[in-house]
T-cell receptor, first 113, second 109 residues
Framework: DAGITQSPRHKVTETGTPVTLRCHQT?????MYWYRQDPGHGLRLIHY???????DKGEVSDGYSVSRSKTEDFLLTLESATSSQTSVYFC????????????FGQGTRLTVV | QQPVQSPQAVILREGEDAVINCSSS?????VHWYRQKHGEAPVFLMI?????EQKGHEKISASFNEKKQQSSLYLTASQLSYSGTYFC??????????FGGGTRLMVKP
């Protein structure tokens, strides 16, 4: 199994509080991705990174920010959590997504109350 | 923009066949296919790299029509273990990897 871990695995937070989710990899893959998964919407891309300090927006980036200061860590921050951000969040890594597979973390279930 | 998958859900009996389709309004450079079991992370099945390419994995195979910007996943002689949600994914020139809405497959005895 690819070395990718997400933390925390579960979190309950209150509306308006900041939340940071962490994705850590030991594979030295260049590309890292954050997705949210909601019923009926599949996997929607929030942000992705193509190198240290190189990030770009995905399809549903509003309300989220990311940072990648080291190859192995990709952080997702909800600046002020809202109930609509209650979801399961997945991180994925890849060496070259145009021709190689992506590996997913186990997911973080976030509930905003 | 997410690729579009169809059908959204399908129920099969063991031994039956199914086809899951994936289409995009944008040019496809490659197509990924993944399966997700309930409560677990998506797991890679296969990737198709150029138009017309077909790949197989056990009794699961896929095709890629670059001109039509479509891919199809074929599950033959389905087994109980095939149950789950199937996702297609596409990577653009900027390596942004996006996925479709998923197809829920249930195989019954």
């Amino acid at each position: 199994d690819a070395g990718i871990t997400q933390s925390p695995r579960h979190k309950v937070t209150e509306t308006g509080t900041p939340v940071t989710l962490r994705c850590h990899q030991t594979e030295n893959h260049r590309y890292m991705y954050w997705y949210r998964q909601d019923p009926g919407h599949g996997l929607r891309l929030i942000h992705y990174s193509y190198g240290v300090k190189d990030t770009d927006k995905g399809e549903v980036s509003d309300g989220y920010s990311v940072s990648r200061s080291k190859t192995e860590d990709f952080l997702l921050t909800l600046e002020s959590a809202t109930s609509s951000q209650t979801s399961v969040y997945f991180c994925a890594i890849s060496t070259q997504p145009m021709n190689t597979e992506a590996f997913f973390g186990q997911g973080t279930r976030l509930t905003v109350v | 923009q997410q690729p579009v998958q169809s059908p959204q859900a399908v129920i099969l009996r063991e031994g039956e066949d199914a086809v899951i389709n994936c289409s995009s309004s944008k040019a496809l450079y490659s197509v990924h296919w993944y399966r997700q079991k309930h409560g677990e992370a998506p797991v890679f099945l296969m990737i198709l790299l150029k138009g017309g390419e077909q790949k197989g994995h056990e009794k699961i195979s896929a095709s890629f029509n670059e001109k039509k910007q479509q891919s199809s996943l074929y599950l033959t002689a389905s087994q109980l273990s095939y149950s789950g949600t199937y996702f297609c994914g596409t990577a653009n020139a900027g390596n942004m990897l996006t996925f479709g809405g998923g197809t829920r497959l249930m195989v019954k005895p």
